[in-house]
């Protein structure tokens, strides 16, 4: 077999060569001997004086190059010539991440910076959240967004674009005003627990408490655990702000709501970690991070994109022999 590096052709049965020479090497062998009943033409002579007889020692010295030429073709159809192109990277069958993300009405809070402005959390979260998933090349990613209720947004799968962009569609108050933490754990349980792999690895981002939902964040960290899924915890929200009203300039804060010892009990309850972000520099470095902690397989595999092209010379020799016949039949 040839190989090309970076593409280009490739003969699959390149021991067919061999077969090349055999008709001129037939050619070698003496001529048999054949007890031949000839008959006597008193006018031989002035036949073979005639023009067509030089005319069909041409026809003939043409068609042995002519047969030579098919033959060639048909010993080089055989040989299976492919084009093979670049070589394509197969998608790693890394660990399985599912991506929880509240869309609760909080997250429009503006207690955070984006590039020296002011904008939501979400906002913030979506930001950050795209060069991560830019980096998970090899694993299986999905979304789940909750409110009210935990909705799954994108299904595992290895097409981060899609992914990034359903998670840039994601609006707030869509799945509602408050928060369903157990719900959305409940959820990625569901959608992880019959995986083959052990790589289970669910990301929860909330700013909030659990005020929704039908399974309590208690249970389903419990459900979490027994189908082996790690879960890493991230509650967002600045720690002060200041807020201006009709009394002055106040100090708030508004992360007061956030439950950091449900979310750090989640996170110690399966063997993952809980994060703080009160920042987007913060919550950068958390994703980091989890990078880290939860590394992409580095393992490559490739495969190399085939195309026959074997029925070209096959059709090329059968055109040929095609166009001969008909020459030979109805030549003047």
Do not use: C
């Given at each position: 077999m040839i190989f090309l590096e970076g593409g280009g052709f490739e003969f699959f049965w390149i021991w067919a060569a061999w077969f090349w020479p055999l008709p001129f090497l037939l050619r070698l062998l003496p001529p048999r001997e054949y007890s031949v009943q000839a008959l006597r033409v008193p006018f031989f002579q002035r036949i073979a004086d005639l023009p067509q007889a030089s005319f069909s020692q041409?026809?003939?010295?043409?068609?042995?190059?002519?047969?030579?030429?098919?033959?060639?073709?048909?010993?080089?159809?055989?040989?299976?010539?492919q084009w093979v192109g670049?070589?394509?990277?197969?998608?790693?069958?890394?660990?399985?991440?599912?991506?929880?993300?509240d869309l609760s009405g909080s997250m429009k809070e503006k207690d955070m910076e984006l590039q020296g402005s002011a904008?939501?959390?979400?906002?913030?979260v979506k930001s950050v959240l795209r060069p991560f998933i830019d980096r998970r090349k090899g694993?299986?990613?999905?979304l789940i967004l909750f409110g009210d209720q935990a909705y799954l947004q994108t299904p595992l799968t290895f097409d981060r674009e899609t992914l990034g962009q359903m998670l840039e569609e994601s609006e707030l108050g869509l799945a509602g005003q408050r928060t369903a933490i157990g719900n959305a754990i409940?959820?990625?349980?569901?959608?992880?627990?019959d995986l083959p792999d052990s790589q289970k690895v669910l990301i929860l981002l909330t700013d909030g408490q659990n005020t929704a939902g039908e399974v309590s964040p208690e249970v389903a960290g419990q459900l979490a655990k027994q189908t082996g899924v790690r879960i890493h915890t991230i509650g967002v929200g600045a720690d002060e702000a200041w807020l201006?009203?009709?009394l002055g300039t106040q100090k708030i804060n508004p992360s007061a709501e956030l439950d950091e010892v449900m979310l750090q009990s989640l996170a110690s309850l399966t063997?993952?970690?809980?994060?703080?972000?009160?920042?987007?520099?913060?919550?950068e470095k958390i994703y980091?991070?989890?990078?880290?902690?939860?590394?992409?397989?580095?393992?490559?595999?490739?495969?190399?994109?085939?195309?026959?092209?074997?029925?070209?010379?096959?059709g090329f020799a059968v055109l040929i022999i095609g166009i001969w016949v008909w020459v030979l039949m109805y030549r003047k």
């Amino acid at each position: 077999m040839i190989f090309l590096e970076g593409g280009g052709f490739e003969f699959f049965w390149i021991w067919a060569a061999w077969f090349w020479p055999l008709p001129f090497l037939l050619r070698l062998l003496p001529p048999r001997e054949y007890s031949v009943q000839a008959l006597r033409v008193p006018f031989f002579q002035r036949i073979a004086d005639l023009p067509q007889a030089s005319f069909s020692q041409k026809i003939f010295t043409k068609s042995l190059i002519l047969a030579a030429f098919v033959w060639s073709l048909i010993v080089l159809a055989s040989m299976r010539p492919q084009w093979v192109g670049d070589a394509v990277e197969l998608p790693l069958s890394g660990r399985s991440v599912m991506l929880a993300v509240d869309l609760s009405g909080s997250m429009k809070e503006k207690d955070m910076e984006l590039q020296g402005s002011a904008v939501t959390r979400l906002e913030i979260v979506k930001s950050v959240l795209r060069p991560f998933i830019d980096r998970r090349k090899g694993d299986r990613l999905g979304l789940i967004l909750f409110g009210d209720q935990a909705y799954l947004q994108t299904p595992l799968t290895f097409d981060r674009e899609t992914l990034g962009q359903m998670l840039e569609e994601s609006e707030l108050g869509l799945a509602g005003q408050r928060t369903a933490i157990g719900n959305a754990i409940g959820l990625a349980v569901k959608r992880m627990k019959d995986l083959p792999d052990s790589q289970k690895v669910l990301i929860l981002l909330t700013d909030g408490q659990n005020t929704a939902g039908e399974v309590s964040p208690e249970v389903a960290g419990q459900l979490a655990k027994q189908t082996g899924v790690r879960i890493h915890t991230i509650g967002v929200g600045a720690d002060e702000a200041w807020l201006r009203t009709f009394l002055g300039t106040q100090k708030i804060n508004p992360s007061a709501e956030l439950d950091e010892v449900m979310l750090q009990s989640l996170a110690s309850l399966t063997g993952g970690s809980y994060y703080r972000a009160r920042s987007t520099e913060e919550l950068e470095k958390i994703y980091a991070m989890i990078d880290v902690i939860e590394p992409v397989e580095r393992e490559k595999e490739v495969f190399r994109p085939r195309q026959a092209l074997f029925f070209w010379p096959l059709g090329f020799a059968v055109l040929i022999i095609g166009i001969w016949v008909w020459v030979l039949m109805y030549r003047k």
